[in-house]
């Protein structure tokens, strides 16, 4: 599908609204594990939509938010990084409208699971720190749990609004 | 055909562009930073605004997901029943930020301490364990880099960025922190190191053969002009000891004295001391009386 602006304008709005929930609502709500990774769930939602290439473009640029917006400070490039190889994967999914089967909630859940390895792992590469391996593991089955609920809900929106987004303006 | 070649190379421009970010990052090139403060001038203030609007309903979510801790209950419990003897029309939320705070500058004015108050108003992601925190306070209020952040239990972090209206506090928990500590009934220094989890960092002692036990308390050991880390402030209770005495390798864990979950009301400790206050506030907290009559 190609981009034009009503559809890059959207793109930046629901990855801006997705990080926004993630680090002042989500991860203030005390849920058990892992913070939900919405801004994970809507990347994979766009480049479900979009396609291999532009999704993998929008999985750096989100990950460049995640990276430098407070209240980040770990290395910049890791989870653009990330984000980029996990939207190039999701790319080749192809998404059906109405509610997401089993197929498509399983490989979001999928990888969101590789996202949390591949984020200890960098950050253990390229930063300092010491890692909890031992919490690893619950950290990634919630986490896993937690994308595949947001899956049902914003798969079929983001989807939706980004059809819409090209009808409206006569593109198609 | 031709999308898939272009798709990979695509994916694999980015990832070049990836690796350079992380080189200029490492290298703590100032484009990086630069770009940085810039983003936290812009994002700060939308993240302040969602967590003062949706402050009441994460806090209920809070007390429903601690529900069956039964110290936390107890303590929502002791407050509400605080908040409804004193003035039933102040809610709890307030409430609870009103003792938290007079907590905080109770400790401060006991130690000597000039403190600015701030609110948490974004956590990290758990996902990545970054165990840092954004407070409402930055470089307009007096802060700078570097200064030790308070609650009324203890020693919470230091800050590490500063934006305008934003800071960036790297907790005591996290795994790159490290602070000085010193045992609060033997004298005896060592290093508390965070593991990045929430409830947890780890001890070691300069002498492998001081006596140290479970319950025991440990205070920061303090840095000139209270900065990185002010002295004097619990850091935390010894909760179980791995290795024996003499092993060099000995090491204590430590439960935070501060509750890392639930940090809310803050201070931000501005001007030290004229001398240092070793373990004044430890000992404020352990008998209530003596921060009563500062």
Known sequence: MRMNLPRVLLIIASVFTAFILQSCVLSRLGLPGATPNLVLVVVIAIAMAAGPGSGAIVGFSAGVLVDIAPPATGSLGQSAAVF??????????QLERGLPDLRVVGTVAALSAGVTVALVVSDSLV?????????????MLSGAVYAGLLSLIFLPAISGLYRGAIEETGFA | MRDAIRARAVLGLLLLASITLVLLDVRGSGAVSGVRGLTAAVVGPVEQA???????????????????????????AANQLNSLASNPGVSTQVARQAAELEQVLKV????GYQVIPARVVAYGSGQSFSGEVTIDAGSRDGLATDMSVVTGDGLVG???AVAPSTSVVQLITNGESVVGARMLDSGQAGALSGVGQAGQAVLRLLDPTAAIKEGDKVVSFGSPNARPYAGGLPLGTVTSIRGDAGQADREALITPAASMTALDVVGVVVVAPRTQPRTATASAQASPSLGATP
């Open chain 2, 108 to 111: 401060a004015g006991v130690a």
């Open chain 2, 158 to 160: 230091r800050i590490v």
């Open chain 1, 127 to 139: 930063g300092s720190g010491q890692f909890p391996w031992s919490a690893l593991p619950s950290s």
């Open chain 1, 84 to 93: 980029a190889v996990a939207a190039y994967i999701a790319g080749h999914v």
């Open chain 2, 50 to 76: 969602v967590t003062a609007l949706t402050a009441p309903f994460t806090a209920m979510s809070r007390s429903a997901m601690s529900f069956g801790d039964k110290a936390v209950r107890e303590q929502e």
